[in-house]
């Protein structure tokens, strides 16, 4: 799963290094024609689905009949702590976090211990953090 998809390019390039399929979720109208464009630049239609929505309100129903294997999401570090409350989130072996800015990083840091994860790698470019996260 793809949250926060914005052109869809976290997504495509896992369905593109192997991935089987990959939804995308992406809440602003442009970014979901963009996101559909780099779908089907890549043609990867057949493996993957576009939805727009708002996650925090709309995604717990969505996902009650989903399990996905990872998840990427590149949302601001406020939206990752509101996401990671969701027990379909929680429900996610691996997750990949990105877009939180480094004075962010405890607040964040703190909501994933809190949600049940732990933290398996973390890096920093510039003051922007990344972390990779599996349930504990």
């Not at 996902?63 to 990752?80: P, Q, T």
């Not at 939180?100 to 953090?129: R, S, Y």
Request: with cysteine; net charge negative; glycine share 6%.
């Amino acid at each position: 799963a793809d949250m926060g998809a914005g052109s869809g390019i976290l997504g495509a390039a896992a369905l593109l290094l192997g991935a089987r399929h990959s939804d995308f979720f992406e809440k602003d109208a442009p970014a979901v024609e963009s996101c559909k464009e780099t779908v089907e630049l890549n043609r990867l239609e057949k493996k993957s689905g576009v939805y727009q929505m708002d996650l925090l309100r709309e995604y717990e129903g969505f996902a009650r009949n989903k399990n996905y294997d990872m998840a990427l999401i590149n949302i601001i570090a406020e939206v990752i702590v509101d996401l990671l409350d969701l027990p379909a989130v929680q429900r996610i072996p691996l997750i990949y976090l990105t877009g939180i800015i480094e004075e962010k990083k405890v607040m964040v840091e703190e909501k994933i211990k809190e949600a049940g994860f732990v933290i398996e790698a973390e890096d920093l470019l510039e003051n922007w953090v990344f972390y990779k996260i599996k349930k504990a």
